[in-house]
């Protein structure tokens, strides 16, 4: 049985979709997709330090936009890239005013995303969305946060039609400020309870 099923979702997400059922599909289903030009991608589980990483990034960006129009989502909620193009940010800031009509599930227009990097994902973080990200014409700022080590690259500019700038910090005291959204956090905030492999391992070999 279990091997008819997963054979039988393997088939329904190697056949082309249109986005309308792509996009009634996602809101039944209990995995989530990232969809590209008709074809469905599933969603790989999360690591705790990948969770963390996003989950202490969150925190401080709702903690530093109380007061904004701005809100910060989580995991959950898609971005629309393109036409036929819809990725799910680890963190993702919009500054637009809720319309009546909006989509409940989808972002159109996000100032700022967050990618935490994985094995699986790194080169499509950095190559396959950052180039679709950077093209939506109200981003400001792509950011790649490793959780294998203290780094966090920040792609920003001001406008549409300026070059995209790189900064780059991976001290763990050093202070980090989004200017898109005007948050600010330290290294030591985005890493809060993160255990990277050395210590992991220094801790086994004391025990």
């Known amino acids: 049985m279990a091997q008819a099923k997963r054979k039988l979702e393997e088939a329904e997400a190697n056949r082309h979709w249109t986005v309308e059922e792509y996009l009634a599909y996602e809101k039944a289903s209990p995995i ?3 969809y590209v030009d008709g074809q469905l ?11 963390r990483v996003g989950s202490n990034i969150l925190v401080k960006l709702l903690q530093g936009l109380e007061s904004s129009k701005c809100e910060a989502f989580f995991e959950g909620i898609k971005v629309k890239v393109g036409p036929t193009r819809y990725y799910y940010p680890d963190v993702v800031v919009t500054c637009t ?4 009509d909006e ?4 972002i159109e227009n ?3 995303i967050v990618e935490v ?4 994902t790194a080169r499509n973080d950095r190559v396959e969305k950052m180039n679709a990200y950077q093209r939506l014409p109200g981003l400001r700022e792509y950011v790649i946060v490793s959780q294998e080590t203290v780094r966090v690259e920040v792609y ?3 406008r549409a039609d300026d070059v995209w700038q790189c900064q780059v910090v991976d001290q763990a005291e050093s202070g980090l400020t989004f200017h898109s959204v005007g948050v600010t956090m330290t290294l030591a905030d985005i890493y809060r309870r993160v255990r990277f ?9 004391e025990n």
């Open 103 to 106: 989509d409940a599930y989808i």
């Open 117 to 120: 990097l994985s094995s699986s």
């Open 197 to 205: 492999a050395e210590e992991s391992e220094e801790e086994e070999q």
């Open 41 to 51: 991608f599933a969603m790989a589980g999360e690591s705790k330090n990948h969770n």
């Open 110 to 112: 996000p100032v700022m």
């Open 32 to 34: 989530r997709h990232e």
């Open 97 to 100: 005013e809720p319309e009546e």
């Open 156 to 158: 920003r500019h001001d």
